[in-house]
């Protein structure tokens, strides 16, 4: 099992950055396939970007890709999310998740463990 805690959500202005983290707990951190999801109000939770056990690869939504970065740190049990030249549509809360099992990794189902959110909010 495995905890997760985000952070380094905050207020920003359009064209700004933000560096989200997320803190897993527990031994086995190296195997779990990591992902970034948010949810806007009064919309579905959205896949963000994910990346594998080894960082050997990475994916994201076409609404991020070339402007955010997912990484990873296996020895600090740690996963991150660079977000460059953040829209006012970025505004949402952003998850951090965990799967045990890499099975399509845009889908919100096929992951185990969720942290508790972080509030991203860019302003016109």
């Known amino acids: 099992q495995v905890q997760l805690v985000e952070s380094g959500g905050g207020l920003v202005q359009t064209g700004e950055s933000l560096r989200l983290s997320c803190a897993a707990s527990?031994?086995?951190?190296?195997?779990?396939?990591m992902g970034w999801f948010r949810q806007a109000p009064g919309k579905e939770r959205e896949f963000v970007a994910a990346?594998?056990?080894?960082?050997?690869?990475?994916n994201y939504a076409d609404s991020v890709k070339g402007r955010f970065t997912i990484s990873r740190d296996n020895a600090k049990n740690a996963v991150y999310l660079q977000m460059e030249m953040l829209r006012p549509e970025d505004t949402a809360v952003y998850y951090c998740?965990?799967?045990?099992?890499?099975?399509?990794?845009?889908?919100?189902?096929?992951?185990?463990?969720w942290g508790q959110g972080t509030q991203v909010t860019v302003s016109s």
């Open positions: 527990g031994r086995t951190f190296s195997l779990y396939r």
């Open positions: 998740a965990a799967a045990q099992v890499p099975r399509a990794f845009r889908e919100v189902k096929n992951y185990d463990y």
């Open positions: 990346i594998t056990r080894s960082s050997g690869s990475t």
